[in-house]
């Protein structure tokens, strides 16, 4: 049986997707952004810092939702639009990770995100 999950405790849905999909313990994440969940606007004008910081409570939040955490993620995408930032990014990303557990991941640049986005995020995890 599939679940829906939904929080609005980060960013909705701007186009027709679901923010992530439970099916037993597997959960695929949608893609999040850096923006803000109750504005909706993209956060940190360029600065990577803070767009990345948005964008991972997005995804903390959107797992917490589907009942586990971030340590429960075993890959991660990362688009950026401009690989020369992804030192910025890692600084923010580790944080987000307890007893230096890091999922699998790939980063990639990209022409162009969504509403003016320089990054995006999407993700799969596991619930035991």
Known sequence: MKEIIFTKNAT?????????V???G????????????????????GDMKIEAKYALDNLKATIEAAGGCMNDIVKVRVFVNDIDKMDDFNSVYTNYFENGYLPARIAMEIVKLAGGANLEIEAEAIIE
């Open 26 to 45: 597997y959960v695929a994440l949608a893609g999040v952004c850096g923006d803000d969940p109750v504005t909706g606007e993209i956060m940190g004008g």
């Open 12 to 20: 909705s849905p701007t186009a027709p997707y679901s923010q992530g």
């Open 22 to 24: 439970k099916t037993g």
